[in-house]
């Protein structure tokens, strides 16, 4: 398999503090990847250079083999990577609708615009409040209606920064579900979750990142049971 | 209907249907036959109530739908106004020379707010900053017109005047045969009536087509907007750029109305007025500042004619209660009052859709 996305000694400090210290990370096409790691880990910060909005200290950013280090980030979102953000960013004071056809004009048109806009109020179950303000929605519809914006983009990579945060775990349940089906229909995904229960229901390989630097990789049964990862991040001492 | 007419309403637009529609024509026919029931004195007022349209149009654009505020507004409208002065009086009023007076008083406006928009958006200011920036850039301008009062400040035969103002510009003439047809009085009311027509339902449309739901995403939230792949500073220009042609057009139409023009018409005054009739309306709905905009500009005149020297205060005044009470906007609040009384009274006899709980 080819790879999607990779970073190369990517660092980015504030300052004296380095966020994230030489990176070297590599996602595969159609894969579905997890970033955990403590508070403070970087793992933010590393979304936010990928998608641009930040600029690294050093280090380049590679896309399907291009050098996209310093693109803007709406060049690097029309080339194909898609991000929710940790705190929901939808367009507060307008209908739900409306912020589906913003995220899906781009793209689409028309008949066409119409049809996805259906499907995709189908698969984030809104369709009954579609001409509601998003600002009336709760904390998890609106993670499902940013995650729905990210989909209507048809990115080749979605990135998912907490996803499921503020949801019950019927929602994250479901949330999880909404993941895996995506990334079945070729998409490829990376997710930010401090949720282990939604890890396991999704991931198929697990990065660790702490300090800034990639501290383990693996399946989630071979992270789970290094005993360094479970002593800095799953609590244990 | 074609698609792009059919973008007149939509959800960027208040008001809509046979209902709205039907309103509006009649407003406009009225408007249209006044001149055959009043004099000339009220003719002359009704167009300058009307001059002031587009300035608080544009702004609306900028401010109301992409949320940029700019005090730059009256900047352009000044430079419009000295370019038709300038322009006109050298060329004088054969053959279409005023039309091209007028035309260039819209492109150097235009190319003016593509160089400051570009240094503003594209060098990063945002926010309050962009308000800050715009206002210095007024004022500088204000300052700099206001000191050509010597000789040495004559564009061929068009003395700039300093503070005292360029006066005497020709008014808009067409050629027809031995008797020219001059754009005043009357006509010059249905000219300008008819383009803000053109101009309120050219925005409509543009407001409720693919660019104008950029530009609300833009303001609500500029970093979302851009991560879902749109050159954010690009549409920022543009918005500007629009805005600040439409402040020309209200320059130069005020310049012809009048005859004149002055430094203080971009001065601090005169730049927060467009804020106070925008805000005072309905910031992110264009029918709303063209009402504000009319209704203010006449109060302002019948507060200034019966001789009350308050007449500014009160538009102080009239944009911190609107601020306080009604933050969206008089008739934008109302608006939404009535159609909330009307959907209450509906849901009253049809079952409420019952939203699945979450947490």
């Not at chain 2, 009256?74 to 430079?79: D, I, R």
């Not at chain 2, 971009?266 to 730049?271: D, K, N, S």
């Amino acid at each position: 398999m080819a790879t999607i996305l990779e970073t190369r000694g990517l660092t980015k400090y504030f300052g004296g503090l380095y966020a994230i210290n030489g990176v070297d990370l590599a996602i595969e096409e159609g894969e579905l990847r997890c970033l955990i790691g403590p508070n403070g880990a970087g793992k933010s910060t590393l979304f936010k250079l990928i998608l641009g909005s930040y600029q690294p200290s050093e280090g380049a950013i590679l896309f399907r083999g291009d050098d996209i280090t310093t693109l803007r980030p709406h060049l690097r979102v029309q080339r194909g990577i898609s991000m929710k953000f940790q705190v929901p960013g939808v367009f507060l004071e307008l209908l739900v609708e409306q912020n589906l056809r913003i995220a899906l004009q781009r793209a689409h048109r028309g008949a066409a615009l119409e049809q996805e806009l259906e499907r995709l109020l189908e698969l984030i179950d809104l369709g009954h409040q579609r001409s509601e303000l998003a600002a009336n929605l709760s904390h998890g519809q609106q993670q499902w209606l940013e995650i729905a914006m990210a989909v209507a983009l048809q990115p080749s990579m979605l990135l998912l920064d907490e996803p499921t945060a503020g949801m019950s775990p019927e929602e994250t349940f479901k949330t999880g579900e909404l993941v895996k089906k995506l990334n079945a229909s070729g998409m490829t995904i990376v997710v930010i979750e401090h949720d282990m229960a939604f890890v396991r229901q999704i991931a198929k390989r697990v990065t660790v990142l702490h300090f800034g630097q990639v501290f383990d990789e693996g399946s989630l049964d071979e992270i789970v049971s290094n005993e360094d990862v479970v002593r800095i991040y799953l609590g244990k001492a | 209907m074609p698609r792009w007419l059919a973008l007149v309403d939509g959800p960027q637009t208040l008001g809509r249907g046979p209902a709205f529609w039907s309103v509006f024509g009649m407003i406009v026919l009225a408007a249209a036959l006044l001149p055959t029931f009043v004099n000339a004195f009220a003719v002359t007022n009704l167009t300058y109530f009307l001059v002031w349209v587009f300035m608080a149009l544009g702004l609306s654009l900028i401010w109301g739908y992409a949320g940029i505020l700019s005090f730059g507004q009256t900047a352009f409208f000044g430079l419009a106004g000295y370019t038709y002065g300038v322009i006109s009086i050298n060329l004088g009023d054969a053959g279409l020379w005023t039309w091209f007076a007028l035309l260039l008083a819209l492109v150097l406006p235009a190319i003016l707010a593509i160089v400051v928009g570009y240094f503003i958006f594209y060098g990063g200011v945002r926010d309050v900053f962009v308000g800050i920036v715009t206002l210095s850039f007024t004022l500088v301008f204000e300052t700099f017109m206001a000191q050509t009062a010597g000789p040495e400040w004559t564009i061929g035969s068009a003395r700039l005047n300093g503070f005292n103002g360029m006066s005497n510009m020709p008014p808009l003439t067409l050629p027809w045969g031995d008797n020219p047809v001059i754009f005043d009085g009357p006509a010059f009311f249905w000219l300008v009536l008819a383009l803000v027509v053109l101009v309120y339902l050219g925005l409509r449309i543009l407001v409720n087509s693919r660019f104008g739901n950029v530009l609300v995403a833009i303001r609500e939230n500029p970093d979302r907007a851009e991560m879902l792949g749109y050159n954010v500073r690009l549409y920022q220009l543009c918005v500007f750029v629009i805005g600040s042609v439409l402040a020309g057009m209200s320059g130069v139409l005020y310049t012809l109305w009048g005859s004149y023009i002055t430094p203080s018409s971009m001065g601090l005054t005169a730049a927060a007025l467009p804020i106070i009739w925008v805000a005072a309306g309905g910031r992110k709905d264009i029918t709303a500042t063209l009402l504000a905009t009319v209704l203010l500009t006449w109060l302002s005149q019948q507060l200034a004619v019966k001789g009350s020297q308050y007449a500014l205060i009160w538009m102080g005044v009239i944009l911190l209660v609107v601020v306080l009470f009604a933050p969206e906007g008089l008739f934008v609040t109302a608006w939404k009052k009535l159609r909330g009384g009307r959907r209450m009274r509906q849901n009253a006899t049809v079952p409420k859709v019952i939203s699945s709980p979450s947490a």
